[in-house]
């Protein structure tokens, strides 16, 4: 298809030259590897609505793939001889589904069964600039278009080098299964025409991509990629890794956040304890390598440091609480009409991932290797390279498969302390954080309040105002590289960002009049992240209530109230949905309730409907170490993405978002006093366990409404929280404004700050069942 | 360093290790064993659950020392195998659930799974809603709901 060269002027790659023609490359090499540079900037998407709306117009979605445009660098599609298609995605799959998604797009354009196709994660490339972020349920939306495009053009180039090789001409060939088929059923596999369709030099083909009416893999269920990796344990991730001589490495930390290394008393005690090969004092702690991790624990709880104060000194729930009332903005004078107004709690929660903050790094004099699950990567690499004073063409960043993410896998705490443990002890370390260390001085989701105020007369909602005040949220991995990172740590220029990410990812899908939503942001002392939604899940919870409040008010049914007030036609579509298959309205004992709740962003809408279950005989159900509480015993998730790649993984996003939206609502909050978290273990911080799972779930995908994909990978957090709490309210009787609804009561015995982690257990084998 | 015998996976095997030094890092940091995972080292999250002869057992809390000559330690790596097959009945019940997401904690999923089915079939039950409620394993990505569709066909399957 050289020839098909277009003889329109040279355009930017990837950019559309038609209705459904775009322009990739072959680039020159062995075996054949077609190219195309990321998504063309859409046009502002309206959908369909006119409105003020800045989300509806240009959401974030819209700046991060207008940010990759003018400097993207390509990605590939490499097919091997051995017949494989292969493809570096410039992402980090956590437990999305991203490769496996990708893995169908690339299936489709070459029709080749998803199975022959090979998805990796790319190391770090600076090249990409703004490009190698994963977040904000960003890149199927964009990668959709660039990652097709460059394997049509390897179809394209697979049949041009099969009509030369069988003397046929290319309208006579199908490309189907890895083989082409000619007249009289002569056929040539992929593999053997990887090397003739290889290209000499460096070439822009312009291409069409499949028409949506010919999908036979995009939006049909498919199983995971490396599901059977993960039930058989072959799947590696960080720790699994084995990079010569690097020896397990943990970090002795402060028993407040951020606390410094004052002194260590006993150093060469500990460098002589059983396994231990270092001890080095770091920025964060006193790190200790040695031959197992179970030796590294006994040598941090050895470890007599004395310790410097650290950037929460003396700080409680209740100090913290204080410190939002006095940096929340003013709603304004109460209006002459009728209005509800309340506002809402929410205390610090963890984002850990069950795969604690772990990194592998070889510090030598002139070059550094790191290997870590990292989701701005580019950011990880630069900031190495400026701590170690090396080149950034030292530094080799290798991006490992994760464990979970939930936002924590933004920033590289782990693989910044690695490489400074690796280059104090001159040895190669595979550092990992206990739990203990994970809870207390991992990144949390910040404290936050939010109030909210309706104004309303006869059935007209007149006004909606939201204040968000919120403990800082570090968002400095910027939009993926270092000189926005570097933006985001400016003062001034961070809080412009955080407010910016906010007004991008709020948006107001009810036709509540004249409207405002303001962020302000206040102490900088904590370690926060934004986790899985960001934002979302406690803005849309607060507005939930309060509209639950406000149907009361008018005598509506939240229900009916919601779909009366809903602009959009999709928005409808999915709340009408949820009702319909959860049976809204059905007629519930005293103490159980539905609730119903509506949440839309990155091009997305969401509804959520859950039956709570709050009888006090369910409510004191006892569980071992558990809290058990209410009970969410059903769930409806409808979910409209637009296109959807692949809808049995978007499920089980939609399951995950669940599960987070009940911990959110129910059990999940971290307890500040004294200057640090008391939570130190999965049995102190309640995420979602078996006795808190709906025994019945449905996730309802809606039909392509857009024909292009939205963002799912946190879209029913927000939905699924304010449901839970919606019931929560019907249930009891009782609008919730303290979350999580347990927040008030401590469930568990406060382990110990120093030693910061605790023993090893040694009765597991009266445990055994 | 004193030796230590056991069975891992149908194989005996020696490690020269302190009595004390628990059975997960044995697997993990002497044996080269990953299948079983750290997701808190105090028995409570349940990544790194295994079978001790045939019952769950969580490595974290067992020194190595308190293993005998003749105990059998199996890990997912060596489950298949119990089942005279390529995947166990609850692997491949997994599979057809496309239970996991991240895939961390499935490991330990699985093995308590097949634990606790084995342990209700000895009391002569089906499994039932709260045997399937006190499953202590975390799941961070809230795989919960398949996890529990996968143990109900996995069981069916093991019969």
Redesign the interface.
Known sequence: MTDAEPTSPPEPAGHSVGRRRFLGYVLAGPTLVTAAGLAPAPAARADGIPSPEITELVDLNDVMTAAALPTSGLITVEVGEDGSVSFALPRTE????ITTSTAMLIAEELDLPVDRVRVTLADARPELLFNQLTGASNTTVSTFVPVRVAAAVARGRLLRAASAELGVPESELTLKDGTVTGPAGRRVGIGALAAKAAAVRTERVAVDLKPRERFTVIGRSH??V????????????T??L?VPDAK?TMVCRPPTINGRVGSVANLAEVRAL??VTDVAVIGSGVAVRA?????C?DAVRALRVSWRPGTAEGKSDEVVLKELEAAELPLGLPPLTPSVEARFTFAFRGN?????NCAIADVRADRAEVWSSLKAPIVAKEAIAAKLGLPLGAVTVHVT??????GRKLFFDAALEAVEASRAMGKPVKL?W??ADDARQGRAHPMATSRVRISYLGNTVLGYRQRHTSVATDLSHGLGEIFTALAARLPVGDIGFSETFFQLSQNMPYDFGAHSRLLSETDKGFNTGSMRNVYSPDVTCARELLVDRLAGKMGKDPYTFRRDFLRDDRAKAVLEKAAETGNWGRAMPDGMAQGIAFHSEYHSVSAVLVEIDCRPETVGRT?R?AVTGPRVTKAVVAVDVGLTVNP?GLE??M??????GIALALTAGLHLRDGHFLEA???NYF?????N???E?RVVVMPDSTGEPGGAGELGVAASMAAVACAYGRATGTMPTRFPVNHGTLSFEPKPTVPP??A??????D??? | MPEHTFRLNGEQVTVDVDDDVRLLWVLRDILGVTGPKYGCGINVCKACTSHLNGRAVNPCAVPVGALGPDDEITTIEGLAATAGADLHPMQRAWLDQDVAQCGYCQPGQIMAAVALVRRVAEEGREIGDADLDGIRNICRCGTYVRIREAIRAGARDMM
């Open positions: 956590v437990g999305q589904g199983g995971r490396d599901a059977l990796a993960a039930v058989t344990g072959r799947k590696r991730f720790m699994d084995d397990p059983p396994g031959e197992t991790f179970g030796q624990i850990s991932a069950l795969e604690p498969e994760g464990g979970g993410s939930f990992m206990h739990r569980v170490d049995r089980a996003q399951a995950g978002c669940l599960m987070d273990s999965w049995d995420y979602t366990r078996q006795w799972t709906p025994p779930l982690v605790p090893s257990p040694t009765d597991g084998l445990h055994v069942r």
